[in-house]
């Protein structure tokens, strides 16, 4: 039995009794050429004396890797990272690695229940409040701690580097995650498959709306009969929106995105609100006229093998710029045949969120042995090049070689590239190398478009749901029962209303007045009314 499946089961066991910057050269931050391990005295809060990697005791890694599936690569890529790292500060790095749909079973329960985690993901839309809150996350910059000031002790340049991606994600004075430095914010766009475009030239600049694109997959169904043209697995509402959802933690609490510079958003359930009821009854018409997937609701859907079969007309994405929401899932599919082209469907002003500032992240646990350690790998993702390599595209050679531009050329179905969790949950992505099917003035255009949005009068909130942690869970059961198959149109009206039932008997009215109270100080302390 492998020794991921033992920590699995026995995490089960014991629960039921956000600057861009260019490649830096690959080096340990000044003051750490010698790191040390983690093992001071409980009431150490200093970290240890450094000592040369050769006296340090050999370590493993824990990390919780973010995947779309699992991988049959994975150990050939844990050894050309650990031929980098050991010998710097010998240790090694394990990948866990668990998908979304899988990630409150096999990641959150054995979190909880103390399992050895050293690394792991929790971003703004997946638990970060709630594991601070719960306790499960070290804080990585305090200095009277326990492990002392992790990041600036370990990863200073990258502590420099996160930039707003630091600021952005303080909680209660601490910063409990290191993000992924990309995009600050997205607009929307559908996503359309070139080759049937091109087949029955679509006018894919002119369908900007539900209503537009409505006639469009109609007559692609009669005319494809065996291909499913609208693909989503639920998780967003499909094409644009007039709300900025979630705001910041509160799944289901949403507001207007209003205007550049408005002080005046109110939050609001986003479930029960006409938009969303009318938004749900045309997911459910096409639903059951065949336009979507009839597994789209079933977690076993999975996003990748669909996008990689190539049978679908189009879906909905964040627009980063240019064409490069396209072209990096072009990047990451194993069908080199694939060809994706994006339009950008929003008409509201493009602004700067919380959610995008912890939009991919990771943190070091209270369960982690050495933290320390930790740490030091998280700062060879961010500015050891060759270890950011490796981590994104794989072993070169093997998953992926160089084209004469520089540009990374993926070995198809190669078992790595496709089954992480994406470019953009890996460290810093300005840093990183750009696909041969992408533009390779990918980050220009990406810094371009955040160049031209302004801060959300929301940036900086996210809800403290201290006291009102059961209705907190409760509500999290009921959107794990409901969203997706309401997203995806699998449940008729009837479900709808069940689903509105149960998030009121789960707590939802006196936690949105919770987080309207709590939203109303922040903004009287942001901006003094």
């Known amino acids: ?53 050769s006296e340090l005791t050999p370590y493993e890694i824990t990390y919780y890797l973010y995947s779309i599936k699992t991988s049959d690569q994975q150990e050939l890529v844990e050894k050309a990272i650990n031929e980098i790292i050991q010998p710097k500060f010998n240790a090694t790095v394990d990948f866990v690695m668990i998908t979304g749909a899988d990630w409150s079973e096999k990641a959150i329960v054995p979190l909880r229940a103390g399992v050895k985690i050293d690394a792991f993901w929790t971003p703004e839309w997946q638990n970060l409040m709630e594991n601070v809150n719960a306790g499960s996350l070290l804080p990585l910059d305090d200095a009277s701690g326990k492990y002392g000031d992790l990041i600036h002790t370990y990863a200073p340049q990258t502590a420099e580097d996160l930039g707003p991606f630091y600021t952005g994600n303080i909680i209660r004075g601490n910063l409990y995650c290191v993000a992924t430095i990309k995009e600050t914010g997205v607009k929307t766009a559908f996503i359309w498959n070139k080759a049937y475009v091109d087949k029955y030239n679509i006018p894919i600049q002119d369908i ?75 997911m459910r018409k096409w639903y059951k006229d065949g336009m979507l997937h009839p597994d789209s609701a079933l977690s076993s859907y999975n996003e990748y093998d669909m996008l990689n079969s190539g049978q679908f007309l189009l879906e909905s994405h964040g627009h980063k710029g240019g064409q490069v929401k396209s072209q990096e899932l072009m990047s990451q599919s194993g069908n080199p045949d694939l060809k994706l082209e994006e339009v950008i469907v929003e008409s509201s002003a493009g602004f700067n969120t919380t959610s ?174």
């Open 356 to 529: 995008y500032s912890a939009g991919a992240a990771y943190g070091i646990p209270v369960t982690s042995q050495d933290p320390a350690r930790a740490m030091m790998f998280i700062n060879e993702i961010y500015q050891n090049q060759a270890v950011l390599n490796l981590m994104t595209w794989g072993v070169e050679g093997v998953h992926y070689t160089l084209s004469g531009d520089g540009r990374a050329v993926p070995t198809e179905m190669n078992g790595w590239s496709d089954s992480h969790g994406g470019f953009w949950s890996i460290g810093p992505q300005f840093k990183q190398i750009i696909g041969i099917s992408e533009d390779a003035k990918k980050y220009e255009q990406m810094k371009a478009l955040c160049d031209s949005f302004t801060n959300h009068e929301s940036l900086g909130f996210r809800m403290d749901p201290s006291g009102f942690e059961n209705e907190y869970a409760a509500l999290a059961n009921v959107k794990s029962t409901y969203s997706r198959a309401l997203l995806t149109g699998a449940l008729d009206e009837a479900g709808y209303k069940e689903a509105l039932t149960r998030m009121t008997a789960a707590g939802l009215p006196k936690v949105l007045e919770e987080a309207q109270k709590q939203y109303a100080a922040f903004k009287a302390a942001k901006f003094g009314q």
């Open 1 to 53: 039995m492998s020794k991921k499946i033992v920590t699995l089961l026995l995490a089960l066991t014991i629960v039921l009794a956000f600057t861009a910057c260019g490649p830096a050269a690959s080096q340990l931050p000044a003051g750490t050429d010698t790191p040390a391990a983690t093992d001071a005295p409980e009431d150490s809060a200093a970290p240890v004396e450094s000592a040369p990697a």
């Open 208 to 282: 900007k709306t539900l209503e537009q694109l409505e006639p469009v997959i109609y007559e692609f169904r009669k005319n494809e009969p065996d291909v499913y043209p609208v693909f989503t697995i639920g998780n967003g509402r499909f094409g644009d929106t007039p709300f900025l959802a979630p705001v910041s933690n509160i799944d289901g609490i949403a507001m207007l995105k209003g205007e550049p510079n408005a002080t005046d958003g109110e939050l609001f359930s986003y479930w029960d609100r006409p938009e969303t009821e009318s938004y749900l009854a045309t």
